[in-house]
Antibody
Framework: QVQLQQSGPGLVKPSQTLSLTCVIS??????????WNWIRQSPSRGLEWLGR?????????DYAVSVKSRITINPDTSKNQFSLQVKSVTPDDTAVYYC??????????????WGQGTLVTVSS | DIQMTQSPSSLSASVGDRVTITCRAS??????LNWYQHKSGKAPKLLIY???SLQSGVPSRFSGSGSGTDFTLTISSLQPEDFATYYC?????????FGQGTRLEIQ
């Protein structure tokens, strides 16, 4: 059974960097059949995909255009986890942030396991 | 990028009702369409993948259909635990995209 455990601060000041971590159990961040994603949810935007990291002979990243200039997703193989950093946050980045596994085994690609969610509020 | 549009945005129904939610893609996505249920304070839950395949453990009252640009999620007989927000998601191309959600409320 795959489990994803998120951690990170719930309050970030404007212009600072939001940082979250997702620890994986029951799978490997280096899996060749999965991708590791960050998704956020807010009342104004619904579910918004932010980006992902995955290993296919080498590490790859994809990012949403809306945050591409501010976002970094990194794997940590030594701790079997991956992280999210969003720079220069504004109140518009206030949301519940989720990490999620994307099963890419069959080419159908869906998010089958999710972290518990972290409410991040951007406020001074 | 592919845009996903759901309708209706909200829906009131009663226990036992049959409910259908529609999702439309801005271009053909074949059958690369997934459905999720989201309850407040919980992580989204995968219900249907590849337009019509039921995820393991999901009750059979949930079903999905469609291909190309038009898709539906049907709940055959609403149960109290089904009141939630439902999202479609296309996995045909990167970036993936979700619909704006359909809030299913108790009538």
């Amino acid at each position: 059974q795959v489990q994803l455990q998120q951690s990170g601060p719930g309050l970030v000041k404007p212009s600072q960097t939001l940082s979250l971590t997702c620890v994986i159990s029951g799978d490997s961040v280096s899996s060749n059949t999965a991708a590791w994603n960050w998704i956020r949810q807010s009342p104004s935007r619904g579910l918004e995909w932010l980006g992902r990291t995955y290993y296919r002979s080498k590490w790859n990243n994809d990012y949403a255009v809306s945050v591409k200039s501010r976002i970094t997703i990194n794997p940590d193989t030594s701790k079997n986890q991956f992280s999210l950093q969003v720079k220069s946050v504004t109140p518009d980045d206030t949301a519940v942030y989720y990490c999620a596994r994307e099963d890419r085994t069959s080419g159908l690609d869906y998010f089958d396991y999710w972290g518990q969610g972290t409410l991040v509020t951007v406020s001074s | 990028d592919i845009q996903m549009t759901q309708s209706p945005s909200s829906l009131s129904a009663s226990v036992g009702d049959r409910v259908t939610i529609t999702c439309r893609a801005s271009q053909s996505i074949s059958s690369y369409l997934n459905w999720y249920q989201h309850k407040s304070g919980k992580a989204p839950k995968l219900l249907i993948y590849s337009a019509s395949s039921l995820q393991s453990g999901v009750p059979s009252r949930f079903s999905g259909s469609g291909s190309g640009t038009d898709f539906t999620l049907t709940i055959s007989s609403l149960q109290p635990e089904d009141f939630a927000t439902y999202y479609c998601q296309q996995s045909y191309s990167t970036p993936t995209a979700f619909g704006q959600g359909t809030r299913l409320e108790i009538q």
